[in-house]
């Protein structure tokens, strides 16, 4: 392994993703901009469908390049013994962690966005407001084109450095870090699963939440309905992301306090939250009931936001902070 010409690599690689993607993100800044703009302009109706799917395609197009992104880095980034000079394999980054999450989860709204207009366009103003408020996030906050997966990278250069600077001491332990995240974090199965059933939950709630608004702001029915359907299809996912994790948790964090985490107790807290939306609407014929039934929708709904940024703002396990 030659530690140097890897790294050389590797910054031929970022160029190229700077290359292709660059332009896709800003241009998909641009179009979000104006997506937020027009959401809630009646006239505009027809210009936002067709903004809509500007977006849409766009964040495809970027998925695209992102895939072959990870496929690239995968054959690059070996993790080679200092000892033995054995390779102990690849790391498998997922598409869905640090830079690319937020990119992810507009991917996801955007398709889901598709899928509803039809069948309630009236839900579109607040939807696309959603998607461009993400899409600006997943460009302006994540650059996932021009500055990926920072945390790893550094994490892989900085073992490459410590290889090449022939203290065999700092290759061994740069060494044992790297496989340790390449066994336990980026090639797990957990972390091909876990992630992208959060991530459709998270599109589903939504959806969910903007029919809510819809409710509360016109008290139709109709509208409770559709908000219940998606926050349902959202639930299923996140009931099993959140089983999947635990098992993954036990194993990989063996020795930490990962259960104080920040992060795990505000995802059990939008679990519960959701769970008792869902069986509140057992009595939503009582008067009044809709009400608390509304409210609770969307305090999970503020939960869900907060789990997010707990990742960013509070110390733990399950942390970037």
């Given at each position: 392994?030659?530690?140097?010409?890897?790294?050389?690599?590797?910054?031929?690689?970022?160029?190229?993703?700077?290359?292709?993607?660059?332009?896709?993100?800003?241009?998909?800044?641009?179009?979000a901009?104006?997506?937020g703009?027009?959401?809630?302009?009646?006239?505009?109706?027809?210009?936002?469908?067709?903004?809509?799917?500007?977006?849409v395609?766009?964040?495809v197009?970027?998925?695209?390049?992102?895939?072959w992104?990870?496929?690239?880095?995968?054959?690059?980034?070996?993790?080679?013994?200092?000892v033995?000079?054995?390779?102990?394999?690849?790391?498998?980054?997922?598409?869905?962690?640090?830079?690319?999450?937020?990119?992810v989860?507009?991917?996801?709204?955007?398709?889901?966005?598709?899928?509803?207009?039809?069948?309630?366009?009236?839900l579109?103003?607040?939807?696309?407001f959603?998607?461009?408020?993400?899409?600006?996030?997943?460009v302006?906050?994540?650059?996932?084109?021009?500055?990926?997966?920072?945390?790893?990278?550094g994490?892989?250069?900085?073992?490459?450095?410590?290889?090449?600077?022939?203290d065999i001491?700092?290759?061994?332990?740069?060494?044992?870090?790297?496989?340790?995240?390449?066994?336990y974090y980026?090639?797990?199965w957990?972390?091909?699963?876990?992630?992208?059933?959060?991530?459709?939950?998270?599109?589903?709630?939504?959806?969910?939440?903007?029919?809510?608004?819809?409710?509360w702001?016109r008290?139709h029915?109709?509208?409770?309905?559709?908000?219940?359907?998606?926050?349902?299809?959202?639930?299923?996912?996140?009931?099993?992301?959140?089983?999947?994790?635990?098992?993954?948790?036990?194993?990989?964090?063996?020795?930490?306090?990962?259960?104080?985490?920040?992060?795990?107790?505000?995802?059990?807290?939008?679990?519960l939250?959701?769970?008792?939306?869902?069986?509140?609407?057992?009595?939503l014929?009582?008067?009044?009931?809709?009400?608390?039934?509304?409210?609770?929708a969307?305090?999970?709904?503020?939960?869900?936001?907060?789990?997010?940024?707990?990742?960013?703002?509070?110390?733990?396990?399950?942390?970037?902070?």
């Open positions: 392994m030659n530690p140097v010409s890897i790294d050389t690599e590797l910054t031929a690689l970022l160029q190229a993703l700077a290359r292709v993607g660059g332009p896709i993100q800003w241009a998909l800044l641009a179009s901009v104006f997506l703009l027009v959401s809630f302009v009646p006239s505009l109706e027809k210009i936002r469908e067709r903004t809509l799917w500007v977006v395609g766009l964040l197009s970027g998925e695209v390049a992102l895939v992104f990870h496929w690239r880095l995968y054959e690059i980034t070996a993790v080679v013994s200092p033995t000079g054995e390779t102990t394999g690849h790391v498998a980054v997922s598409l869905w962690v640090e830079s690319e999450k937020l990119f989860w507009a991917l996801i709204l955007g398709l889901m966005a598709l899928f509803a207009k039809r069948h309630r366009p009236e579109m103003p607040g939807v696309c959603s998607l461009a408020l993400l899409t600006i996030g997943a302006l906050w994540g650059q996932p084109f021009t500055d990926p997966l920072p945390q790893f990278l994490q892989y250069r900085g073992y490459l450095a410590a290889t090449a600077s022939g001491n700092a290759a061994v332990g740069a060494y044992q870090g790297m496989e340790g995240s390449r066994a980026y090639n797990t957990y972390m091909w699963i876990h992630p992208p059933l959060l991530f459709i939950s998270y599109g589903a709630f939504v959806m969910s939440f903007v029919a809510t608004l819809f409710m702001r008290r029915s109709a509208y409770e309905e559709t908000a219940y359907r998606w926050a349902r299809l959202g639930y299923l996912p996140l009931t099993f992301g959140m089983l999947l994790g635990f098992p993954w948790a036990i194993l990989a964090w063996q020795g930490d306090s990962w259960w104080w985490s920040g992060k795990v107790n505000m995802s059990i807290m939008m679990w939250l959701y769970t008792a939306y869902l069986h509140g609407r057992l009595y014929r009582r008067k009044g009931m809709w009400r608390w039934v509304a409210l609770l969307m305090l999970s709904f503020l939960v869900l936001v907060l789990t997010y940024l707990t990742t960013y703002i509070v110390p733990g396990a399950h942390s970037y902070a």
